[in-house]
């Protein structure tokens, strides 16, 4: 098979070593001192180990270092895995392993190059080599970007070919039968006369053995696993409230804390009084940190009693206070100054606008919250010897490294047990809160301090998705699109959310145009270009970044031309669509939900709406009714192409997920700022979906795209510019800001 | 105060005014309730006491009056309760921390209408919110525990 | 088992949902000192209680959705959210019982801000006929005159109704900076014994 000569340049190699009482393979690489990637890299045939699968006396241990924040990934991890390995699910225990550079994250960094997704020519892919090796220096365990499949596809299914056949070749020198004649089944090597030698009893053998090196991935057509429906791992205890998130870990001996920062984020504390709160109930000590206070008690919510009651003075914000100062911020950068990127520009745009009847239109998307259900939490014990930190995280290795600095210790006596995680859509790519743990832990040395963040506290100082600004300007001719010119402006998420960690990003930010540079239409002038804006408030990675508010700008926009055309929405996005995967996936809805025009009868309409992000062409259509009592969603259909979908289930559910979440903050969520203090503080008036307003949601799977990709990100983009345009086939009226509710009731 | 959890007797010295979800999770280690809002809009926190749902996070622990069930006593990973096993027919859940709730206002439901209506479900339901959105899971799940009971 | 959470509902509609936690004096006025004019001055006092989301919020009709509206809400008035129905039993006993969220609340406690409102009592919607969300000032008045609407209550009746129910007790001191009812319950108390006392007059007589 092929594949042995690609896998063998790009060093995907395993060792093993004896642990205690068993053998991990590639577990070795832990205990070596990050040594230099690129040298491993480019000396072919060693290095850049692949430690995921575990076996001890205990069992079988696979390591899946992307966390999940519900996700399902670490029940896909281990399916590959346990694909290649031949164990099934319910024989193998699950971890996410401990922070280590053999852990970077290949795919996330693809994704940061400048070159569309459907571009697979040979200078992209040399760029995306490049950025593989920039990650090899950072070392950024990461879990974000979509990227736990597409970057763990290949090294994880041979982790587990390399497990099994050293498991093979330790079973066939000890018992002396060749390894031809062994296979493998349910974790064991089962000999020529039907005996089973459990991967468990071979252990110690493997480990004194070499590795095998040479492995044959096996066809998807043999897969046992993958691609099939799964029972995801931790159903059970999710459906029993058994599970342990973060926020419910206990450490004997911990104390509970909370905190009252200042509510203009990243604000100064210039004094406070602790006096009403030291006389409550439970509350132990108020320690001052940085930006605030945190309070220990005997329990959280002594803490938050307490943290509410310290009396503060605090600094102003460091970024304009009031929320029209933003905007106007993003309308001033419409300038060549502030231009960052312009990777689209097709034909001659400004030829094809002169004279012609130029439809302009902007659009605008707020500032948004993670909020996930799980307010964020960590324990920090700190001792002389060593750091411990439970926390749900999506960068544990930036947490260990800050919190080295913090206590002055080496990161290697920096412990970091990641936590399962209710929720983040990119909340957890932060690490304020460990950090202010382990400011408490530092003052309490040797007592566990758990910090548990309020909703409110947590609502204030989630750091936002960024707000954008849309500037469109287009033409039609003969019933076409003829072109399409789009600015957008918004302070770079990379800037920002990079700074906090202490690191540069040169060049421009793709997140600025992402959703929108890239997207497969051959409208014959057509530019794209991104404009920086000044760094605002701090902002964040929300799920799906750039392309969250950038799908629904650059759509929204190209159906406000189709219309303008007179052509059909669904035809002419298909007629103007040249990557093949996209088209189909467009073809799809229209297929599903009988798609014959934007019109459905009195108060009745559809829209649909295209994004491809993350490399992953989205395709949905809603359908509304405008009744009496306002706008009612009643139903979506959705085609996406992920390459090769692992789970169907796991699928249909982030995808029906990504719709949901997509079309609830487009119809009611923003967070808005007054005197530097964010207003929205809780669920009351930043509520997403409930139930009754969840339409019912047909998913569709195509797999006809040539490499595979994450599927939790890009059903959001299409949602809120396919509801955008249903209403506005509805009932005339064209929506060009989010939150819609500002404009139209719903049901 | 005394109060009964899932059948056993506790005796807790705290702040009448303390919620009875932080009693549950942080004086007695019972953490299926889960802290969401603090403020009866996200329904993470639902429990029964004496059988009906109520938001643990707004009942203060000096007016507790009745026995309170929590999704630990509704049923065990060994012994489900109908409306658990429904929801790991259906693996409804993403990250799965909204759904104790979901589960404990859907087990109360069905008690007092075995047979639900969409419509039904969904006015009980839309006072439990699910970020990752499993909503329509949940309203498959609902209908299969009480297809499920009725056949017990 | 079903059977007993039918009685836990019975038990709830049956509970009194009053409780005496107000000082609140009840002085009749002799029949007749009140003029009509200064009778029909005192209904624009109660009318502008009756009208005011803290209060009307909940005198829903047979939609049996309480309302959103008011200060502490801004912009147009919706329903209830959460898609709320407290159903005909008006205590959310066919859907979601209302004190699932508005929970039982005698210990006084901090009444947190945007949280379900809580009283010593089992929270509900008044009485489907005393509907007062959207209604004019003739059709109210006309309504708490009519014992086949107001609950066969003379108006003294109205008033002992006053002191004792706390959940209107609560419209006049709700907390977490939302906006009470106008006047105080006394002076409201006040104004429904004079406009008692002047022969409960409504602009339309």
């Known amino acids: ?747 | 105060m005394k109060l009964n959890v899932n059948g056993a007797d506790h005796e807790v010295d705290v702040d009448p005014n303390m919620p009875l979800l932080w009693v549950l999770r942080d004086e007695l280690g019972i953490t299926g309730p889960k802290y969401g809002c603090g403020i009866a809009q996200c329904g993470a926190c639902t429990v029964h006491i004496d059988g009906q749902a109520v938001r643990s996070c707004q009942v203060a622990i000096g007016d507790l009056q009745g026995d309170v069930t929590t999704i630990e006593g509704l049923g065990t990973p060994d012994a489900l309760h109908a409306v658990q096993a429904a929801w790991v027919e259906h693996q409804v859940a993403q990250c799965g921390y909204c759904q104790s709730g979901q589960i404990m206002q859907a087990a109360a439901m069905l008690e007092l209408n075995p047979e639900p209506t969409d419509a039904d479900i969904d006015a009980v339901m839309s006072g439990n919110l699910c970020r990752c959105g499993t909503y329509p899971r949940i309203r498959a799940a609902v209908k299969t525990a009480a297809a499920n009971l009725k056949g017990a | 088992m079903r059977i007993m959470h039918l009685g836990v509902i019975a038990a709830l509609l049956s509970t009194p949902i009053w409780a005496a936690d107000t000082e609140i004096e009840i002085t009749p006025l002799p029949e007749g000192s009140v003029n009509s004019e200064d009778g029909l001055a005192a209904w624009d006092r109660i009318y502008q209680v009756t009208s005011h989301p803290r209060c009307s919020n909940c005198h829903v009709g047979a939609s049996n959705v309480p309302m959103w509206s008011g200060p502490s809400y801004g912009g147009k008035p919706r329903p209830h959210g959460m898609n709320v129905n407290a159903g005909e039993s008006r205590i959310g006993a066919e859907y979601v019982l209302c004190s699932t969220c508005h929970a039982y609340r005698e210990v006084t406690g901090t009444r947190l801000p945007h949280a379900a409102p809580q009283v010593a009592a089992d929270w509900r919607l008044a009485p489907v006929e005393a509907e007062w969300f959207g209604k004019s000032s003739d059709y109210i008045c006309a309504q708490l005159r009519d014992p086949a609407r107001n609950g066969d209550r003379s108006y003294l009746d109205v008033a002992a109704h006053l002191e004792h129910d706390v959940i209107l007790h609560w419209a006049w001191d709700p907390g977490a900076k939302r906006e009470p009812a106008p006047f105080s319950l006394q002076e409201h108390v006040n104004d429904i014994l004079a406009w008692g006392a002047a022969g409960m007059p409504c602009a339309t007589d």
């Open chain 1, 1 to 747: 098979m092929s594949r042995v000569g690609k896998i063998a340049r790009r060093t995907f190699l395993v060792g093993s070593a004896a642990i205690a009482g068993g053998v991990a393979f590639g577990y070795y690489m832990y205990k070596r001192p990050a040594k230099n990637p690129l040298l491993d890299d480019l000396a072919a045939g060693e290095a850049a180990l692949t430690p995921y699968v575990m076996i001890n006396a205990e069992g079988i241990t696979l390591i899946t270092p992307r966390a999940d924040s519900g996700q399902g990934v670490y029940s896909v991890q281990a399916a590959m895995i346990a694909e290649e390995l031949d164990v099934d699910l319910d024989q193998v225990k699950v971890d996410p392993g401990p922070p280590s550079p053999a852990y970077y994250n290949t795919a996330l960094a693809e994704e940061a190059a400048p070159f569309r997704p459907t571009n697979e020519g040979f200078t992209a892919e040399s760029a995306r080599g490049m950025m593989d090796v920039l990650m090899k220096f950072l070392g950024m365990q990461v879990t974000g970007g979509s990227t736990t499949v597409p970057d763990g596809y290949e090294k994880l299914r041979i982790a587990g070919a390399v497990a099994r056949e050293t498991l093979k070749a330790a079973a066939a020198a000890e018992t002396g039968v060749p390894v031809s004649q062994l296979k493998t089944e349910r974790g064991a090597v089962i000999l020529p006369d039907g005996t089973a030698r459990n991967y468990v009893d071979l252990a110690a053998k493997a480990a004194e053995i070499d590795p095998v090196e040479k492995v044959v991935l096996r066809d998807p057509s043999e897969w046992r696993l993958m691609g099939k429906p799964m029972m995801r791992h931790d159903i059970l205890a999710k459906s029993t409230g058994t599970l342990t998130y973060g926020i419910d870990a206990k450490i004997d001996g911990m104390v509970h804390a909370a905190i009252k920062l200042n509510p203009r984020q990243g604000g100064a504390m210039i004094s406070y009084d602790d006096s009403a709160a030291l006389a409550l109930p439970g509350v132990q000590k108020v320690i001052p940190i940085k930006g605030g206070v945190g309070v220990i008690a005997s329990n959280t919510w002594y803490a938050i009693q307490g943290a509410e009651a310290v009396a503060c003075d605090w600094g102003p914000a460091p970024f304009p206070p009031e929320q029209a100062q933003h905007w106007e911020a993003l309308a001033s950068s419409f300038t060549a100054e502030a231009q960052d990127s312009q990777q689209r520009n097709d034909g001659d745009v400004e030829a094809a606008l002169e004279g012609a009847q130029v439809i302009e239109a902007e659009y605008r998307a707020p500032y948004l919250a993670h909020a996930p259900l799980e307010p964020i939490s960590a324990i920090v014990q700190v001792t002389d010897e060593r750091v411990d930190i439970w926390t749900g995280t999506q960068i544990p290795r930036f947490v260990q490294s800050n919190v080295a600095k913090m206590t002055g210790l080496d990161a290697d006596n920096v412990h970091v047990h990641v936590m399962m995680m209710g929720g983040s859509f990119g909340h957890r790519l932060e690490d304020e809160v460990v950090k202010q743990a382990t400011e408490l832990a530092i003052a309490m040395k040797g007592t566990p301090v758990k910090l548990t963040y309020s909703r409110e506290e947590d609502m204030i100082h989630d750091f936002a998705r960024q707000i954008a600004m849309g500037r469109g300007r287009g033409a039609v001719k003969d019933g076409k699109v003829h072109a399409f010119d789009l600015g957008i402006a918004m302070p770079s998420v990379v800037v920002s959310q990079l700074g906090r960690q202490g690191l540069n990003m040169p060049g421009p930010d793709t997140q600025i145009v992402a959703g929108a540079w890239e997207q497969p239409f051959a409208i014959p002038n057509y530019r794209v270009t991104g404009y920086r804006a000044p760094q605002l408030a701090p902002i964040s990675s929300w799920r799906s970044v750039g392309a969250s508010s950038n799908g629904f700008l650059h759509d929204g926009f190209l159906d406000e031309l189709i219309h303008a055309a007179g052509a059909d929405p669904m035809v002419e996005r298909i007629r103007l669509c040249w990557h093949e995967p996209s088209r189909k996936v467009l073809q799809a809805v229209k297929e599903m939900s009988g798609w014959d025009g934007f019109e459905m009868g009195e108060n009745r309409g559809r829209g649909v709406a295209f994004t491809l992000s993350f490399g992953v062409p989205v395709a949905e259509v809603v359908e509304v009714t405008n009744t009496d009592r306002g706008i009612k969603i009643d139903k979506v259909y959705v085609a996406a192409d992920v390459g090769k979908i692992v789970d169907p289930i796991n699928f249909d559910n982030l995808v029906k997920g990504g719709v949901i979440w997509g079309l609830g903050h487009a119809i009611n969520c923003e967070i808005t700022y007054t005197d530097g203090i964010v207003d929205q503080t809780n669920f009351h008036v930043y509520e997403g979906l409930r139930m009754y307003q969840s339409p019912q949601i047909e998913v569709q799977g195509l797999e006809n795209a040539s490499k595979i990709r994450g599927i939790g990100e890009p059903p959001v983009p299409p949602a809120a510019p396919a509801l955008a345009n249903a209403i506005f086939a509805a009932t005339g009226q064209r929506l060009r800001e989010m939150p819609f509710n500002k404009f139209i009731d719903f049901v």
